[in-house]
């Protein structure tokens, strides 16, 4: 059934699949190289909760640098509305 739909109607892109698989097979590749070169490293626990706490909090400074910066522009954009609907007095 899939080969028989035209090409915009297709649910597995096969180009995006190869695409993905060249990607990681470099990288996981590297990480394996890597993981077994290291030496005596990933034999202690201290070291493996390190890395991935590491790993972690890497993965999640994305997420939580667009809530903060995107929060602090709508709280800058709300003030500055505000202050667009107050009329201005003069303290003497």
């Known amino acids: 059934q899939e080969e028989q739909l035209a090409e915009g109607q297709k649910t597995f892109d096969t180009t995006f699949s190869i695409n993905i698989l060249a990607l990681s097979f470099p990288l996981s590749t590297a990480l394996i190289l890597g993981i077994l070169s290291s030496g005596t490293v990933f034999h202690s626990i201290t070291s493996l909760i390190i ?6 909090i890497i993965g999640i400074a994305p997420m939580v640098i667009l809530k903060v910066s995107s929060y602090s522009f ?3 954009q709300n003030e500055l509305e505000s202050g667009l609907d107050t009329p201005l007095t003069e303290n003497s």
């Open 74 to 76: 709508k709280s800058n």
């Open 51 to 56: 890395l991935a706490a590491s790993l972690i």
